[in-house]
């Protein structure tokens, strides 16, 4: 097969890593996802850079650590000037589209000072993290007193409800994210009581269908060679799926809780915190535990049909011949592990996401159906679509924080990344509060070195640690164990080091810098040179052999 | 007296903390800089970011960190995006302008992404660091075989010395910044064997003289408040001066070197790296560091008699009511003491600085003449300026790193900072080729708390520690003694703290993430809600009591 000429780069919302039968789960059976896992390669350590919607996605679509690009929380804005998937894949002729979400709030007031107009070319791509819109679609519509969480969630959605059939002012909330009871009450999807039940949608009408075909869309129209991230919002909440994915999953099929009495009984404030937290109370709760999980696998099966069915469309219309796919996730949920819900935690169910890549190139095919355990982060994802698009990502490395994997898709060599780095900024959150923390202090980073899992806080906090190799479940806290302090030692210094690194130093190469080296001579800059001997002739040639006219003491006037 | 509705940000080029005799210079006699010490606040222990031209200023200009703002070298660009003096000056109506040097390079590749044209006005904002240009002067016009460093340095002032005689292609250099010998040879100033030649110039049209002259013209023609930024471009090398002062001092004057024979036989790779540079290895010869001196001394008494100038016809002008008047340098030099020339370390010598601030304001009258020993660094004087210009330095914690100084100049009480950072990237220079160090690992910081001064480096060299208490002069390196360990791993804890600051999240104030905390609910998110009675009727409000159609099994098509 020939080099992949495009990139379908496709990521879920909150898809566990373990919620996939490739990935090892034993009951949730996704065969079109691991049939993508046969032809290509299943990185079995994948971690994103941060456990929450935005800042995961603009650390994927800058190649940039939360630390370097700053939008470490759901609608910080990412600030103009941070290039983007779009800018680098553009310089290389290959164009970048979006289907669906990102999570991206636009640097408005960044915008204005530069006078970038929103509704120019470029103005339009700085808001919109770098792509351009097929169609975006955050999947949010949320309503409270004090209005719409998004005033541009899901209109075209709910327009595509209406004509459907699916009344009133917000379709997404009332039917693709709400069952019914018999007296035609809406049981919103925001309660988790009502996760077993079934949406009241047809199949083909909720999310994930429509986006699938929208991606298809934007495929069959596309010219040039481009990159399109198909962009899922589920399975994230709001839990709710409808038939037949709703009544697919019990008990049986769960994986049971991984959760110990130690762990509730931790002394760290911090993660107390986030299990005193609305959300890891619910999911304490064995009830509303499995409630959730049946809608939360229904889901995940639905997204693999969904697949099944792109990738049936991509084989007929000669598209997975020339297109390099990526399957991931943007983060996972904790679903009750670890008494906590959500992702904001450091937990493997949190930051390990699956990570598929399927290249159609014949030099792939020695790793085809191959697992790799090389540890991964979400920040490698653009300079492989770089080094696909023609570019050369290594020239990037100033700006680029991670590193191609295409050498590792193609049975190379690859420079072993020796940890793996995830921040979360809850310094918005209500914990904070309680904490009593200053938003530069209600902040937590980890690091992973493929066995130790360290996780520093900010606060005064002390650390947690983990072993991995003796406790896969991460549940032995070991962050106040005398006898590892010199294990978190060793990693506080790796921690150091990466927090030390010139992120900001983006605008020139390092390839410049050390061509720069000993260079400034040669544009006349002399200095500690005593006398014209001091160096070779050509160096000093402008500034000897001169004549002047004696002007010190003169009264010339003009 | 009124609030000041100008400022005055005068900055010298390397002029050392303590070559001012307000400062205890016992010889250099500087009667007018020491006259605004009287009148206003002397900042004794004021240390910039990074002891090099570009990055100090850099950081001086927006208020940031190296390691935030990346421009971590001279002419690493300073990237489109980060805000500027002018950016919030201007935001509060106040102009600013720059009259001299910034040694900022523009980021022209970013520009070019965004559209900006660098001559609109906006896209030449960006280009010049933020300033209005009355005049751009770096003060650089060297030429070598490979042409000029600077391809618009100095152009405006090469015109003015033709206009007044001075012949040939870069009068810059052949009278400027050189002497001239009885047979009319040039003495190039770029051999720092004629440092003790007087230049070959009339002194009004020297450097310092011409820069006064065009700020006082700025200032005779300014409306509305202004900032301007008067950045003499002296006592920077090239190291020669016109007479008078070029006969002015000689070693009756001259500071002792401060260096021992155990700092040249230190074992510190990098240190020793910097000794025997080529500039080292000049600085530590008594014969040219006297020429030197007495050049660099005498640039400095032009600069004080200036100073006085402007001072005179700022009082006739009335300018003296009415504006704040700054005083500072960039860095200093270290004149061959700890065997070193020029200023790319971390002893006091290069990063401590001069820093005197006169407030016209009634409420500034307590503190006139007095000193004050706080630590500051050249990032609060931003946070200062804001202030002035009517806004509120506290508001944009998120973006400048500083703090205002405005409440130590009022008497009032300020948080005391408990440490100074800096930092130096010479990834560009030959010693990171002879160390043999990537760019990211040539790198080094400083962290010093008022009395213990420590050198971090990247690369795996071990710290370099001084006990500025005990040891003022900075020659004995603690950084490997077993019985200051305990400091060290507390200063690194300072350090690590430091690296990990949130600045890159500059596009929300540390105000509106507080403000957030607890408040998506009411947008909607509800996480981790079991059923509706767990919230307030009116966050649940828009998700009870909705009516719907049963659309699971609906058969409408359209």
């Keep these: 097969m020939a080099e992949p000429r495009n990139i379908l780069f496709i990521m879920f919302d ?38 929450l919607c935005g800042p995961s996605r603009m650390s994927t679509y800058t190649g940039r650590y939360v630390h370097s690009h700053g939008a470490s929380w759901n609608n910080v804005p990412l600030k103009v000037g941070e290039l983007t998937m779009g800018d680098h894949l553009r310089d290389l002729g290959m164009g970048c589209w979006l289907v669906g979400k990102t999570h991206m709030k636009a640097d408005a007031e960044g915008m204005r000072r530069l006078g970038l107009e929103p509704d120019s070319v470029i103005g339009a791509r700085v808001s919109e993290c770098g792509f351009d819109i097929f169609e975006r679609d955050d999947g949010m519509r949320p309503e409270g007193p004090d209005g719409y969480y998004d005033a541009g969630g899901a209109l075209k959605y709910n327009e595509y409800l209406r004509v459907k059939g699916y009344e009133g002012e917000n379709p997404w909330h009332d039917y693709a994210n709400s069952g019914i009871d018999d ?52 399975p994230h909440w709001p839990y709710i799926v409808p038939e037949p994915y709703a009544a697919m999953y019990g008990p049986q099929d769960f994986l049971p809780r991984v959760a110990t009495q130690a762990e ?31 809608a939360y696998m229904g889901l995940i099966k639905q997204c693999d049909d969904q697949i099944g069915v792109l990738f049936d469309w991509l084989e007929k219309t000669g598209r997975m011949d020339d297109t390099m796919i990526v399957v991931t996730s943007d983060h996972g949920d904790f679903m009750g592990d670890h008494w906590m819900g959500e992702k904001t935690f450091f937990h493997d169910a949190s930051v390990r996401v699956p990570l598929i890549i399927y290249d159609p190139s014949e030099q792939a095919d020695a790793t085809r159906g191959t697992v790799c355990d090389t540890l991964v982060e979400c920040i490698d994802l653009l300079p492989t679509f770089v080094d696909v698009a023609g570019g050369d990502a290594g020239r990037l490395d100033h700006i680029l924080e991670g590193r191609s994997l295409l050498p590792l898709l193609r049975g190379g060599d690859a420079p072993a990344r020796d940890a793996v780095f995830c921040e979360y900024d809850y310094s918005a959150t209500p914990l904070a509060n309680k904490l009593g923390l200053h938003p530069k202090l209600a902040r ?45 030692t060793a990693l506080y210094d790796r921690l150091f080091a990466w927090a030390c690194r010139p992120g900001a130093r983006t605008t020139i190469s390092n390839a410049a810098l050390m061509a720069a080296r000993g260079k400034t001579a040669r544009k006349g800059v002399l200095i500690g040179i005593v006398e014209e001997g001091d160096l070779e002739p050509e160096l000093v040639a402008k500034y000897v052999g001169r004549k002047a006219r004696d002007m010190r003491a003169s009264t010339i006037k003009n």
Aim: net charge negative; aromatic share 12%; glycine share 8%.
């Design 14 to 51: 909150q898809l566990r890593w373990d919620y996939l039968s490739c990935y090892g789960h034993p009951h949730l059976k996704t065969p079109h996802i691991d049939r993508l896992a046969a032809m290509g390669v299943r990185f079995d350590r994948a971690y994103i850079q941060s456990p």
């Design 183 to 234: 007296a035609g009450n809406v049981l919103s999807g925001w309660f988790l009581n009502n996760s077993d039940q079934p949406a009241n949608i047809r199949e083909e009408d909720s999310e994930t269908p429509y986006l699938t075909r929208r991606g298809m869309e934007f495929i069959a129209g596309a010219t040039g060679p481009w990159c399109c991230h198909l962009s899922y919002i589920k």
């Design 264 to 294: 509730q009984e931790t002394d760290h404030p911090v993660f107390k915190g986030f299990q005193n937290a609305p959300v890891g109370r619910a999911f304490a709760r064995d009830d509303t535990r499995d409630k959730v999980l049946r």
């Design 444 to 488: 937590m980073f980890m690091v992973f070195d493929g066995r130790w899992k360290m996780i520093h806080f900010e606060g005064g906090f002390r650390p947690m640690l983990f072993d991995l190799d003796s406790d896969p479940g991460e549940v032995d806290d070991l962050g106040a164990s005398d006898a590892h302090a010199d294990i978190r």
